[in-house]
């Protein structure tokens, strides 16, 4: 037509296949689950390289651990036959899964922060998002406060060290700071843990005990003890950052695959991984973050540890950003620490 600018391939399909959410069928005596995979066998027998599969919440009326791992095995398959479909699913136990996947891709739901509310965009990003909005919605669809609120209690209390939000256990800052010497806790874990993972702990703790120190001196309080523990949010490769952190500002450190570290501050945590992932090279980092109150208290954090940062034996890519501001260059913060 005229004036059309932009064309697009429309493939032609042998088939549209579609699985949703399945209900007990009381007349023939079947779960909910039996009747999923009762069409999970019709759809994979009628897949075709050809065809188009869409499944929505797969495997989510069974125990947890063997439905994310049927649901991986699916996944498998449909890579395997090479057919275009989606497959949506909030058991995130399957990006744990040593798939053996060629082309499949993941892809998240993005969110917006909207007159103080986080909203849904409906739009795919790239990445893995472990976190939901369920919180919000019960709360926006009228459940009492003090259900949300308990089940927000329950679930930092329970779920915390599955997902990607971390709370660091109160340390002895001497240890904390002691990079490159002593450090017994990293010694013990090597041989259970990668490489990355021991950094990302050495910095989680360094980081840990220099913003604690800060929160004192801002605070007015006698010793890190009466501070509260930050919570960290690890953002894996692929992975997303939570809603959590949409619309909020954050401290965030980059460890990129040369095992240099970037420091930075943002209100747009989503949007500055997307930008520095989509630099050569940077596919693979991950990062750390945590959330503050506002951002000239974030400005402040960033800076000092980009200053302070380089003084306990870790190598920045940014270290310059720090050298035209004098906060945190000098050494009062970690001398009050190791002492």
């Not at 989510?60 to 036959?81: F, H, N, Q, Y």
Request: net charge neutral; glycine share 8%.
């Amino acid at each position: 037509f005229e004036g059309v600018k932009e064309s697009a391939s429309i493939p032609h399909f042998d088939a549209i296949v579609l699985h949703m959410k399945s209900y007990d069928s009381p007349v023939d005596g079947k779960s909910s689950f039996q009747i999923e995979m009762s069409e999970i066998r019709s759809l994979l027998s009628a897949t075709t390289s050809r065809s188009l599969v869409l499944i929505d919440e797969i495997c989510r009326g069974t125990e947890t651990a063997k439905g994310t791992c049927i649901a991986g095995s699916i996944v498998e398959t449909l890579d395997a036959v090479g057919c275009l479909g989606i497959v949506s699913t909030h058991l995130h136990g399957i990006f744990e899964l040593p798939l053996q996947t060629r082309n499949t891709v993941y892809k998240s739901m993005s969110a917006e922060y909207i007159d103080g509310q986080t909203m849904p965009t409906w739009k795919l990003v790239d990445g893995i998002c472990k976190q939901s909005l369920a919180f919000e919605t019960a709360q926006r669809e009228g459940v009492p406060d003090t259900v949300v609120k308990r089940a927000e209690e329950l679930y930092h209390s329970v779920y915390v060290n599955d997902m990607p939000l971390k709370v660091i256990a109160p340390l002895d800052l001497k240890d904390d700071l002691n990079v490159n010497g002593g450090n017994e806790v990293a010694s013990r874990t090597i041989g259970m843990a990668s490489q990355k993972d021991i950094l990302k702990g050495k910095v989680q703790r360094v980081v840990s005990a220099i913003c604690k120190k800060k929160f004192m001196e801002l605070n007015k309080l006698g010793d890190t003890s009466e501070v509260t523990d930050l919570k960290f949010i690890s953002i894996g490769v692929r992975e997303q950052p939570p809603p959590s952190t949409i619309g909020v500002s954050s401290v965030y450190v980059m460890l990129r695959p040369d095992k240099r570290l970037y420091v930075g501050e943002t209100d747009d945590l989503q949007g500055r991984i997307q930008a520095h992932r989509a630099k050569d090279g940077m596919q693979s980092a991950i990062f750390i973050s945590f959330l503050v109150q506002g951002k000239s208290i974030a400005c402040q954090l960033e800076t000092l540890l980009i200053n302070q940062l380089p003084k306990q034996g870790f190598h920045l890519a940014n270290i310059a950003d720090g050298k035209h501001r004098n906060f945190g260059t000098n050494d009062t913060v970690l001398k009050a620490a190791t002492v």
